[in-house]
């Protein structure tokens, strides 16, 4: 089982010239170079299965070096459902970093299931994650006690990173891709459709720069811009996004007498656990047993920015904080608990962290955000000192000279956003779009985090696969279907 340090949950965060892309023929039988066997995935322990195939792939651990130790990755295709499928799949990419690819699909398949029915699925669990030569830390599962500390964040990473079974350097997004286009070779598929989530549109986007013959479309969901360093500001736009939530709270009649001055609840709530946090007694929401831990402005901070990632989590916030601040921590702590322990469960750290502190944690001084910004934020700058200390025992890694320049291409790309999301806001899908000459960008309103199992997005997916391009799609549907949770007034559900 992997055993994390409870401060972790405070660091997670979610070459060619480009060409014009071309359609494979239907019905193209690739050429497989790995031998593939039966076998099912899931999302995880206590999961339903689904049916793929399965097989390994030898990759170097350094792809410079000829006598490099070999890895082995862990690649699944999960077959279209057509008898005779175009010859181009769908290649989703995980976000973390640190997440299995194939766990994630497995827990998300019905957003993809239009594409499948004319498309196989490829999933391979980036090196360093799911059964990829995961780089787990084995570290006290204990929830800190006391307050946090960037010695105990640097002595974290230092225990992990000396127990990890490979070098961490070669675990980077710009291995990463390499090892992609290795199992598309392997494979026999003359392109791939990717689609990338949270930091997988990271990879997608650097797969594209290096690769733009080998990628027919490409799918960014809940941006992150390759110019910016993932840490300085996701304390801001926290902050923003639960204003926004305040905002539309005060703005709806039910919530607003229910909950009549939810914001100062909440800034009273934080200076009471300032000054004495509380020890709370709740039934892990996973296993049913009670667990003891402390409850202070850290655990609130996790909790909350957890929550709000979704509209359907969202929607209880009003109602937890207010019972918090009468007293009743044990619902928003029994959140806390289990979002964290679901977070970091899906998450390889030792993979997050040769990604953050190779990509992100050298590049944070280029940030326009300052100490007083983050101060001023309910997560305040525990978050970015969490990620400075652990990446001052962390080794650099591999990193291209371009991988944080923005894509510059043609080829047909769909972004997508939530106008809610608290860590990659539609501006950073704009950013992102600067050099993206042939592109789409869709914001859901009302919307977190992720937008690929959201109202008709599943439909518009498939038709920008199927089509190979942006001008004809029909996003009339995201209007007439979507819509913000409405907030619950008690726990038995929504307002009607």
Request: proline share 8%.
């Amino acid at each position: 089982m992997k055993r994390r340090s409870g401060l972790a949950i405070l660091a997670v965060i979610a070459g060619n010239l480009p060409s014009s892309p071309c359609g494979a023929a239907q019905g193209t039988v690739p050429t497989a170079l790995l031998e593939l066997q039966e076998c099912r995935i899931s999302a995880g322990p206590g999961f339903p299965g689904l049916k793929a195939r399965c097989g390994i792939l030898k990759r170097p651990l350094d792809p410079a070096s000829r006598d490099s130790p070999l890895i082995e990755l862990h690649v699944a295709v999960v077959p279209a459902l057509s008898l005779e499928p175009n010859s181009d799949p769908l290649v989703p990419l995980a976000g973390g970093p640190g997440q299995s690819a194939i766990e994630f699909y497995a827990g998300y398949a019905q957003a993809f299931e239009q594409i499948r029915r004319e498309r196989d699925v490829v999933l391979v669990d980036q090196r360093g994650t799911g059964k990829s030569v995961p780089l787990d830390c084995e570290l006290d599962d204990e929830l800190p006690e006391g307050e946090f500390s960037p010695a105990r964040a640097a002595a974290d990473a230092k225990e992990c990173l000396d127990a990890l079974p490979y070098d961490a350097r070669f675990f980077t997004t710009s291995v990463a891709v390499t090892d992609l286009e290795a199992v598309r070779r392997a494979l026999g598929y003359p392109a791939f459709n990717v689609y990338g989530i949270s930091y997988g549109t990271r990879v997608a986007q650097h797969y594209a720069r290096r690769y733009p013959e080998a990628t027919r479309t490409v799918i960014l969901d809940g941006v992150v811009p390759p110019q910016i360093a993932l840490g300085p500001d996701i304390a801001i736009e926290a902050q923003k996004a639960l204003e926004a939530i305040f905002h539309r709270c005060a703005e709806n009649s039910a919530c607003n007498d229910r909950f009549p001055d939810v914001a100062a609840e909440f800034a009273r709530l934080q200076e009471e656990l300032a000054a004495n946090p509380v020890i709370v007694d709740v039934p892990d929401p996973l296993t049913w047993r009670t667990e003891t831990f402390r409850f202070g402005l850290e655990q609130l901070a996790g909790a909350l920015r957890l929550l709000s990632y979704h509209p359907n989590t969202v929607a209880l916030m009003p109602l937890l904080i207010h019972e918090a601040a009468g007293g009743d921590y044990r619902p928003l702590a029994a959140q806390f608990l289990m979002a964290a322990r679901s977070v970091l469960d899906a998450l390889s750290m030792g993979m997050h962290n040769a990604v953050v502190c190779t990509e992100d944690a050298p590049f944070f001084g280029d940030e326009d955000v300052s100490r007083e910004q983050l101060e001023a934020t309910y997560m305040g700058p525990v978050q970015l000192d969490s990620l400075q200390a652990m990446c001052s025992e962390w080794p650099r890694g591999i990193l291209d000279d371009d991988l944080r320049l923005p894509l510059e291409t043609d080829i047909p790309v769909l972004l997508l956003s939530g106008d809610a999301d608290p860590i990659t806001p539609p501006g950073f899908a704009a950013m992102a779009a600067t050099r993206l000459s042939n592109s789409r960008h869709l914001i859901g309103l009302g919307q977190g985090h992720g937008q690929a199992g959201r109202t008709c997005i599943p439909e518009i997916m498939a038709a920008f696969v199927d089509a190979a391009s942006v001008t004809e799609l029909d996003e009339s549907c995201l209007a007439e279907r979507q819509f913000a949770m409405p907030f619950f007034l008690e726990y038995t559900g929504p307002s009607p």
